[in-house]
């Protein structure tokens, strides 16, 4: 009897493949992994390239960099090959006041493991101030012997940071005249006062009123008035030294708070403000005209247990000076 051949014979008994259709086939299937892992990386690539921030990777005891992001050149301006090859091009770039802050906080990631609130300016290659956020982190659990690694995000927070100060601004200055305003000036009277206290260092207290300034609002208006009180501000910055307090804390009255200063010092501050402020010269519709300031001075004793008793004390010097002809300084 002949047996005929059927579909699952001719299945059951396929010749193997040659060798070289194999091969083939294991070509074509890594080709197809090769170009899938490419598009990976291409994507990823793309990825870093969008990201406005620096991702980078370093070996803790060599201080070896091993990766940089793209936005690295871009938020730097410098190369990314120097970096890679020298760990300092990135500690150079940052601000000479930022930079003990800035090595000091990464030491702390190998405590910690890490540090997320840090915050420091760079100086880019064409000398930009910029504001970095640098979070970094370490692998706790890596084997006992193998190096430390340190990985980070550094994200450009200039605009951020430029936000921040000049809401800052606007909510301690006074406009008009760009000096403190009354709710700062006292904020740091009363830090300076303290610290006064504490460490039983002089203080003094200057008040000063302008002298009939309604008469100058109603002949000469109001928008010359305003240039009075810019330039009186300005004399009194330009005047105070270095660490001095200075802040409009009324209409036409401003104070000033002297750290560190005697009252024979502070006394000869005070006189050189008001000649300063009389020399000013205004004009107003070919009307030249001119200004004074009432001024009283309280010095810090030991009977004083508050900024409120200086500021009271000081304020009836200035009085006092109003009622004994104005244009002068009473110290009380």
């Not at 802050?101 to 890490?114: I, N, P």
């Amino acid at each position: 009897m002949v047996h005929q051949k059927t579909s699952s014979d001719t299945l059951t008994h396929q010749p193997p493949r040659p060798a070289a259709a194999a091969t083939l086939l294991a070509l074509v299937h890594a080709q197809g992994e090769v170009e899938r892992l490419s598009e990976r990386e291409q994507l990823l690539s793309s990825l870093l390239v969008s990201v406005n921030a620096v991702l980078w990777a370093m070996e803790w005891e060599t201080r070896r960099v091993l990766y940089v992001s793209p936005a690295y050149e871009r938020i730097f301006g410098r190369s990314a090959g120097l970096l890679l090859a020298d760990y300092r091009e990135w500690r150079d770039s940052i601000h000479p006041e930022d930079l003990d802050y800035a090595e000091h906080s990464l030491v702390q990631v190998l405590d910690t493991g890490a540090v997320e609130a840090r915050e420091y300016r760079i100086i880019t290659a064409d000398g930009q101030v910029r504001w970095l956020s640098d979070k970094c982190y370490i692998n706790q659990q890596s084997d006992p012997g193998k190096p430390v690694i340190v990985v980070g995000i550094a994200e450009d927070v200039t605009e951020k940071k430029q936000l921040e100060l000049e809401l800052h601004r606007l909510a301690t200055t006074d406009v008009l005249t760009r000096s403190s305003n009354r709710r700062h000036f006292f904020e740091c009277a009363h830090h300076e006062f303290d610290r006064a206290c504490a460490q039983g260092t002089p203080l003094a207290f200057l008040l000063l009123d302008i002298d009939d300034f309604k008469v100058v609002n109603d002949t000469y208006g109001h928008l010359e008035g305003d240039q009075v009180l810019q330039r009186i501000a300005k004399a009194g910055r330009g005047v105070l030294r270095r660490g001095d307090l200075f802040g409009r804390i009324g209409g036409e009255e401003f104070a000033a708070v002297l750290p560190g200063c005697a009252p024979t010092m502070a006394m000869q501050v005070a006189e050189r403000l008001g000649q300063e402020i009389a020399q000013l010269n205004f004009s107003h519709e070919e009307r030249d005209f001119a200004v004074t300031v009432s001024q009283g001075l309280a010095n810090l004793t030991a009977e004083d247990a508050t900024l409120d008793a200086l500021f009271a004390r000081a304020d009836a010097a200035m009085y006092e000076a109003k009622r004994q002809g104005k244009n002068r300084v009473v110290a009380g």
